[in-house]
C-alpha cells in the first residue's frame, strides 16, 4: 500500500478511519524554521468535520499531538511525527458493506486488492479521514515556503454543483473570502452555494463542486520537465485526495478552444521587471514556474455516501441487491477539501524549491 510521497520532503500516513489515530510523518524539513502551532491548529479547524455547509454531523476535534521534530518552537530537521487521536467512531455503520459494497466507494476494489485482510470500517486507509494528517503536513510546509520565499497560498471554491464562480486566473493577488466564512468571497454566489448544498441533503443526496488554489511570490526556475515537473508533483498529491477526479491548470480545459496565439503566455518588461501578460499556462512552461502566481483547479465528485436507495449486489450470494447506507455523511465536502487541496500544493512546491538548492532547504 503506498502512502508515502515526495523525492526530497517526505510524507508517510498512517492509520484506519475508526482505528485509535491517524497522522503523518514528515522526512526531509529542513532545522531551524519557526513554526507556529497555533496557526496549524487554525489550519486543522477548516477541514475539521461539523465546521463547514454540507459537513458531517461527526465531531472530531482533529487536535494534532507532535512527537518530534520540533524543539523550542523549531524544525530539528529530524522527522516530524505527529498523531490525530480518532475520537468519535460508530463503526456499527459499516457493517455488511464487505459483502454488499456501496456504490462510489473502495469496498469492492479493496476486497480485490487486499483480499479481505483491510480494515473496511469507516473505509479505513481509504477514508477521507485521512486528509487531516495530509493537511497537517500542508500547514508545516506553508509555514517553510513562507519562511523561505515568502510564498502565500490562498483557495477558493469557484462551483458547487451548477453554481461557479469565476477564477483568479486574471489575478495577481487574489481577494480571499473572510476568515471562518464559506470560502467564496462572492456573497450572493456563497450564499447560492450553500442552498445547492442544503437541498442536495434533503433529499438524501450528495453534490460535488471545484475548488482553486493559487500560490503567489513563489519563485521561477523551479521543477524539471516529464516526471518531475511542478504540475506532475501536485497532480499526484491531489489524486490521493479521496473523491478528486480532475486536475487542471490555468485555464484549464478551456484551452483546448483557443488558437495558440491567443492562449500563449506573452513575454512583457514592466520595467526592469519580466513577467507575462496573462496567465493561461497557471504559473508553469515546460513543467518550470516562471514566476507569475501559480494556479490550479481540483474537482471533487459528489460524496458516494447517501442515504437515497442505490443498486449493489450481495457477494456471498451473488444477488442483486439495494442499499441505504446509514451513518454520518457530508452532503458536499468541497468546503472541507478546500484547505487540503491548499496543503497538497504547499507540499508539492517545497518539495520542488528543495530540488532546486538555492534557497536553504
Known amino acids: 500500500m503506498g502512502s508515502t510521497w515526495g523525492k526530497r520532503l517526505k510524507i508517510s500516513i498512517y492509520g484506519e478511519s475508526h482505528g485509535a489515530a491517524i497522522g503523518v510523518v514528515i522526512d526531509g524539513l529542513p532545522s531551524g524554521v519557526a513554526i507556529d502551532e497555533a496557526q496549524v491548529v487554525k489550519e486543522m479547524q477548516r477541514r ?25 518552537g523549531k524544525t530539528t ?4 511525527a505527529v498523531e490525530i487521536l480518532n475520537t468519535n467512531q460508530h463503526s456499527s455503520d459499516y457493517e455488511g458493506f464487505v459483502t454488499t459494497p456501496r456504490p462510489g466507494h473502495a469496498d469492492y476494489t479493496s476486497r480485490l486488492r487486499y483480499k479481505m485482510n483491510n480494515d473496511p470500517r469507516g473505509s479505513g486507509h481509504f477514508s477521507g479521514r485521512l486528509t487531516a494528517p495530509i493537511l497537517f503536513a500542508g500547514a508545516i510546509a506553508k509555514q517553510v515556503l513562507k519562511a523561505k520565499t515568502g510564498t502565500e497560498i490562498y483557495g477558493h471554491i469557484i462551483r458547487i454543483g451548477k453554481i461557479a464562480a469565476e477564477s483568479w486566473e486574471e489575478a495577481e493577488t487574489p ?97 526592469d521587471k519580466l513577467r507575462m501578460t496573462t496567465n493561461h499556462g497557471g504559473g508553469f512552461e515546460g513543467g518550470i514556474s516562471n514566476g ?31 442499499i441505504e447506507i446509514p451513518g454520518r455523511h457530508d452532503a458536499c465536502i468541497v468546503p472541507r477539501a478546500l484547505p487540503v487541496v491548499e496543503g497538497c500544493l504547499a507540499l508539492a512546491l517545497l518539495d520542488c524549491l528543495m530540488g532546486k538548492g538555492e534557497y536553504g532547504v
Open 175 to 271: 481577494v480571499v473570502p473572510a476568515e471562518g466564512a464559506f470560502p467564496q468571497e462572492n456573497e450572493s454566489l456563497a450564499a447560492r452555494m450553500k442552498e445547492e448544498i442544503d437541498a442536495a441533503r434533503a433529499e438524501t443526496d450528495s453534490v460535488g463542486g471545484i475548488v482553486e488554489v493559487m500560490a503567489t511570490g513563489f519563485p521561477g526556475g523551479i521543477g524539471s520537465p516529464m516526471w518531475d515537473t511542478v504540475e506532475s508533483s501536485f497532480a499526484q498529491l491531489a489524486f490521493g485526495v479521496p473523491a478528486v477526479k480532475g486536475v487542471s491548470f490555468g485555464s484549464g480545459f478551456a484551452v483546448a478552444e483557443r488558437r495558440g496565439s491567443v492562449n500563449n503566455d506573452h513575454l512583457s518588461f514592466d520595467g
Open 292 to 322: 507569475m502566481p501559480i494556479l490550479a483547479q481540483v474537482a471533487f465528485k459528489p460524496t458516494p455516501s447517501i442515504a437515497k436507495e442505490q443498486d449493489t449486489v450481495n457477494l456471498e450470494t451473488k444477488e442483486n441487491v439495494k
Open 77 to 80: 530537521g529530524t522527522p516530524l
Open 48 to 72: 475539521a468535520p461539523g465546521t463547514q455547509a454540507g459537513s458531517t454531523p461527526r465531531k472530531e476535534p482533529d487536535l494534532p499531538t507532535i512527537l518530534s521534530g520540533i524543539y523550542q
